[in-house]
């Protein structure tokens, strides 16, 4: 028979858990209790009802728009969420969903590559907390210098390792290198080497999509535009993924030399699964350029903007 005492260890380990969001291995940290106990603790409090779960699911796809717009890219799969009735609830249920999903293709994944930005943070900690020991995370392209926000590139690596109770990988280097000789040598060094050879097996890609503001929104990117972009027409530029431009006709923008410090843009579009995560509508000429552009093999969207594409659809 369990006593008041563990009773209430038990109330607090799922309280942190399921309310808290905290990982199996943050609990086993906070509590000095294993792994393995900290999972069959959660799995006892379900079972003398300290937790009970219920699962109101407002989630509603629109089919007829989904079916549109995957016949108009080069796309496997697109989701479109309708815009629920209770705007305060809409970001809830939006990431909730999008979660469901890409969580389903991490379930036969092992090498998962992240970028960066709100949309990814707000993805991830929508994670359902699972222990994959089989599983690593990793950094595919260098960090985008927003060191001082919670969603940069090497904080998201880490976020959702801690979901996933795995490893993880980073790039401890800035997304663009403009001296070709120090970019080269960089790749090379043994503490940038290993993730790169590891980013070049990977089998899934989550992200978000940005636009020139975003980049022109760090001063280091911002001072050295013209040299990143060399030869681009910033006028072109629809939006940006994987650090690289897209025109709004699906063009990829290449630059003189590619600055990027990562893997090529080839071998990442030969990832099996490319997932994008589209909810600002603000983004809509960004996401039209980048789904053109073959960038994702599936696309999770929120309804409005799916409307505002369709809208650039027929106007271009």
């Known amino acids: 028979m369990t006593t008041n005492g563990q009773r209430e260890l038990l109330s607090d380990i799922a309280r ?29 409090a379900l079972k003398e009802h300290l937790v009970t779960i219920t699962i109101h699911s407002t989630a509603e796809q629109n089919t007829e728009l989904e079916e549109q717009l995957q016949a108009a890219f080069p796309v496997n799969h697109i989701y479109v969420l309708k815009s629920g009735d209770n705007p305060a609830q809409a970001d809830d249920v ?21 970028t960066w930005g709100d949309t990814v ?46 490893t993880y990988h980073t790039i401890s280097g800035p997304l663009y290198v403009l001296n070709d000789a120090a970019r080269a040598a960089m790749l090379a060094e043994p ?10 097996k990977m089998d899934t890609i989550i992200c978000g999509i940005g636009t020139i503001t975003a980049i ?21 530029i629809a939006g940006i993924v994987y650090g690289r431009p897209v025109s709004l006709d699906g063009h ?28 600002n509508k603000f983004k809509t000429n960004a996401a039209v350029g980048t789904l053109r552009a073959g960038a994702f093999t599936d696309v999770i969207m929120d309804e409005r903007v799916a409307v505002r594409i369709q809208k650039v659809l027929r106007d271009n």
């Open 121 to 166: 943070y707000k993805l991830i900690n929508h994670f359902n907390s699972v222990s994959r020991s089989d599983l690593t995370f990793t950094q595919f392209v260098g960090e985008n210098m927003r060191y001082n926000s919670y969603a940069g590139s090497m904080r998201m690596v880490q976020k959702a390792a801690e979901k996933y109770d795995t």
């Open 16 to 44: 942190d858990f399921y309310l808290g969001k905290k990982s199996v291995s943050e609990l086993a940290k906070k509590y000095g209790i294993s792994r393995y106990y900290i999972s069959k603790y959660l799995d006892q």
């Open 191 to 200: 503490s940038i080497a290993p993730t790169i050879d590891l980013a070049r």
């Open 216 to 236: 022109q929104a760090i001063d280091t990117w911002k001072n050295n535009f013209r040299q990143i972009f060399a030869g681009i027409n910033p006028d072109r």
């Open 94 to 114: 939006f990431f909730s969903f999008a979660a469901k999903v890409v969580q389903q293709v991490i379930r036969s994944s092992h090498i998962i590559g992240l």
């Open 252 to 279: 990829w923008l290449r630059p003189t030399v590619d600055k990027i410090l990562g893997i090529p843009l080839e071998q990442v579009l030969t990832t099996p699964h490319r997932i994008a995560v589209i909810q």
